[in-house]
């Protein structure tokens, strides 16, 4: 039996046979390819498959690999029309792989990331593709936390004044070089935190390639959870805007998808999304400098894994260009505001 990174076959599936229905026998699995995070697998038993998730190799920074959280949020979910995998279980005894591990569903579907996979679909079905994109995100956000028991599940006042804290001790952590601009950017979210919108889940990390699409242009699941809370939903949003611009600006290795010819374009995807949330964007640069100081700290943190040897897979050599520009951004979003 060959062995995988991060994952005992032989302990995963003695594991498996007493805790997850329907399973039995020797297990195979293979890693999926791209996770730059959290680590994927598929494991099947030969009538079966399942999904295996658990945290990185070596230096892991414990709050933003939190497995029972992803866990608990996907199960609360269920029942709701988020779509999400069936969640089958959870395990915390680290002498079956090390880790926190848990398994879930694999769903059917494609999490596109270029636009070379979806040009092909034409303009009217990239542009459904997108729709729906942001037709879920407003439908999570419309979710009321306490209704599907997640009122712990994290403590929304004060959420974007502990963002700024939380990514700049994430920053911190990874430690491999001066970043000038992430001071700067620091700085000034610091100076400009604003009232908060309305409470919601906060998936932390939305974008097409956390998302699976089937062949009828419908979203099947959301995927990577693993940063998410209850907070201020509007933080999602200028997230994933900002994976538009990165993909539109050619940096190599950043999903492009949102150039794909019909796909809504950035004032087009905002409009679609209050239409179904009718919160207040005004405001919105502060939530845009978050936005590129969150997704800086979280490619340094992996930056940092790579030049210590700790990542599984290739793609990982120039990951630390990205975050210039990405500071970059960032303080041009925070002119708006002063």
Known sequence: MGRLPGIDLDALSAWFAARVPGAGGQLEGSLIAGGRSNLTYIVADGSKEWIVRRPPLGHVLVSAHDMAREYRVMSALQGTHVPVPQ???MCTDHSVLGADFYVMERCAGTPYRHAAEVEPLGPARTRRISEHLVDTLATLHAVEPASIGLADFGRPEGFLGRQVVLWKRQLDASYTRDLPAADELHRRLVDSVPFESAVGIVHGDFRLDNLLVDNADEVTAVLDWEMATLGDP?????????????????IDGVSDVSTAPGFLDVREVVERYSRGSARDLSGFGFYMGLATFKLGAIIEGIHFRHLSGQTVGSGYDDIGDLVHPLLDAGLDAMKEIG
């Open 234 to 250: 509007l933080t999602d949003l200028a997230l994933m805007l900002v994976y538009f611009g990165l993909g539109a600006s050619g």
């Open 87 to 89: 969640t089958y279980a």
